[in-house]
């Protein structure tokens, strides 16, 4: 295998990366000392906008408070949380308690209404339905709900996909009420916060 950790020093052009989208860093299997190294790189390539998702919010929380404990992880490195439903609204409580200044909830895939999920302290929300054979349907009112509670408190969303068994319905064909919701959070550059 490759080592391709470093490869976004090298890149002059910024580009958006997402950091192990089929995977989880904060997975228990994954050693500080690695994790440790990505965020090293991320820390130095500041041409670049990372975005990292995770189910594991306890250990990103622990990870980064210990990381940046005196100041916010930069706004260069965007966190977030999966929340499918509700009752994973914890997850969202470990992101708030986070020393991060970009956080993120993923909704997808949208399995339920997230009710109770407050949406204080986020930066952006993306949504989407699932997609494939066995797809569950992705109520319209839930995400309907998402985007006004969002457009309310001023915090960017994004509806990916429709879901679906045979069509997905991304791209241009996600429209919520005639509308395409591609937004992203507006973020103000800064300084690496560790000493």
Not at 45 to 63: G, I, P, V
Not at 134 to 150: S, Y
Request: glycine share 8%; charged share 30%.
């Amino acid at each position: 295998m490759i080592n391709r950790i470093g490869q976004p020093l090298s890149w002059k052009t910024g580009y958006r990366i997402f950091v192990d989208s089929m995977s989880d860093l904060f997975h228990r299997d994954v050693p500080d000392a690695f994790i440790d190294r990505v965020f090293d790189v991320m820390e130095r390539a500041t041409q670049h906008t990372y975005q990292l998702l995770t189910k594991r919010s306890e250990r990103m929380k622990r990870y980064v408070n210990r990381r940046y404990p005196n100041a916010s992880c930069p706004g260069h490195i965007w966190l977030g949380v999966s929340v499918e439903d509700s009752r994973v609204a914890w997850r969202v409580d470990d992101l708030r308690a986070s020393n991060l200044e970009v956080r993120w909830i993923s909704a997808e895939p949208l399995i339920g209404p997230l009710d109770a999920v407050s949406l204080a302290g986020l930066n952006w929300l993306v949504a989407g339905g699932e997609s494939g054979k066995g797809a569950r349907p992705m109520d319209l009112d839930w995400t309907r709900d998402l985007r006004d509670r969002c457009v309310f408190a001023g915090v960017a969303f994004f509806l990916k996909q429709l879901g679906g068994v045979h069509d997905k319905r991304g791209g241009e064909k996600a429209l919520l009420d005639g509308r395409r919701w591609t937004e992203y959070p507006v973020v103000k550059p800064t300084t690496i916060g560790r000493p």
